[in-house]
């Protein structure tokens, strides 16, 4: 039987280095892509900083390939970016949402466009390094089954991956732990072995999300009123992109004792603030579902529901309302869900699934 051929998604760092070492080790055919997605005006700034998909990781992914001897390519996905990342990132904001876009990125630049484009010069899977499993169910599904070193696990991110997607991707990383995969780098003399992961969101530089829409994007900041939970006027907000669900920090009121954001209406421009009891729900609205382990969940499946990465994750049971809309019932409250943030489901290490909070009902 022939090789199969895998076009491993390479950032420059330890983790996408290691997993294309590995594939190679395992006899597939290994070829090496780097994903331009930065925009034009971006080019000078992210190679100074870097980034996952920066022009610094162009220089280490290449380097990397050259040691593995395995094909390199840079392709060019910057107009996908801008459409199904960057876009999507300003107007969730201008809407009051908070949005993931590494969520978007993964399902529709990592995969679909990587994909595609693998496909089409011959690859049979892609790869990257991320800490997940790909495992096909008894049921026939494909999902995500979290990764052995837990503490990295990245699958919440992953939730949006569709079966075709998953049918076609290897996660070698999501097989060890962080430790293990840079001892791995270090045996086989990977100069970026103890390269520093990449952090927070790639094409807003500084973090400063807010101060990134208003100066590369032209989304002016209005400012208009903060309002308690039964719409007095408490003073004026800097603008609603300033702000978060459960943010309490930054806010420049002098309510006495701390107060924290619990909506926001973009409708009206107004921050609604409240107590820290305020921030917690018992039940939200998730759309754009997708779904990995079943193809539809029976209604009142019991499940654990993580509202963020770095959340826990609480029971909770998931009714459909269509389609595309699912209610979810914790079994006791979380704190702070937010609109435009992932809800994912879990069963057993597995992912279930997951959508886009739209509405939290306290």
Not at 14 to 40: C, P
Not at 122 to 139: C, F, P
Not at 279 to 288: Q, V, Y
């Amino acid at each position: 039987m022939d090789k199969k051929t895998v076009c491993v998604g390479m950032s420059g760092g330890v983790d996408s280095s290691v997993a294309a070492y590995l594939l190679k080790e395992q006899g597939y055919n290994v070829i090496g892509v780097t994903m331009q997605i930065w925009q034009d005006e971006d080019a000078d700034q992210i190679s100074e900083h870097g980034g996952c998909c920066g022009l610094s990781a162009v220089d280490d992914a290449r380097r990397v390939a050259a040691q593995l001897e395995i094909p390199y390519y840079v392709m060019n996905f910057k107009e996908d970016f801008r459409k199904y990342v960057i876009d999507y990132f300003v107007d969730e904001y201008r809407n009051g949402r908070t949005p993931n876009p590494c969520i978007a990125c993964n399902r529709y630049v990592k995969w679909e466009s990587l994909l595609r484009r693998s496909l089409s010069i011959g690859g049979d899977y892609i790869a990257t390094g991320h800490y997940a499993r790909v495992e096909q169910l008894s049921n026939g599904r494909y999902t995500l089954h979290v990764a052995k070193g837990i503490e990295k696990d990245q699958t919440y991110a992953l939730y949006n991956l569709t079966q075709d997607q998953l049918s076609k991707t290897l996660m070698p990383v999501g097989e060890y732990n962080k430790t293990q995969i840079r001892q791995i780098a270090a045996d086989i003399g990977i100069q970026v072995a103890n390269k520093p992961d990449s952090q927070d969101i790639c094409f807003v530089l500084d973090g400063d999300y807010a101060g990134y829409l208003e100066r590369e994007e032209g989304l002016k900041a209005v400012p208009g009123n903060f309002v308690d939970m039964n719409g007095k006027v408490l003073g004026t907000h800097k603008g609603i992109i300033h702000y978060t669900i459960g943010q309490r920090k930054g806010l420049g009121l002098a309510m006495g004792h701390p107060v924290f954001v619990v909506d926001i209406i973009p409708e009206t421009n107004e921050v609604v603030i409240g107590e820290n009891a305020d921030t917690f729900s018992k039940e939200l609205i998730a759309d754009k579902t997708n779904f990995m382990s079943v193809e539809h969940p029976e209604d009142g499946m019991q499940v654990i529901g993580k509202i963020r990465y770095a959340h826990k994750g609480v029971p909770c049971r998931i009714y459909m309302l269509d389609d595309d809309r699912v209610r979810v019932v914790f079994d006791e409250p979380v704190r702070a869900a937010t609109k435009g943030q992932a809800v994912v489901f879990y069963e057993n290490d597995y992912i279930v699934g997951g959508g886009t909070i739209k509405e939290i009902i306290r």
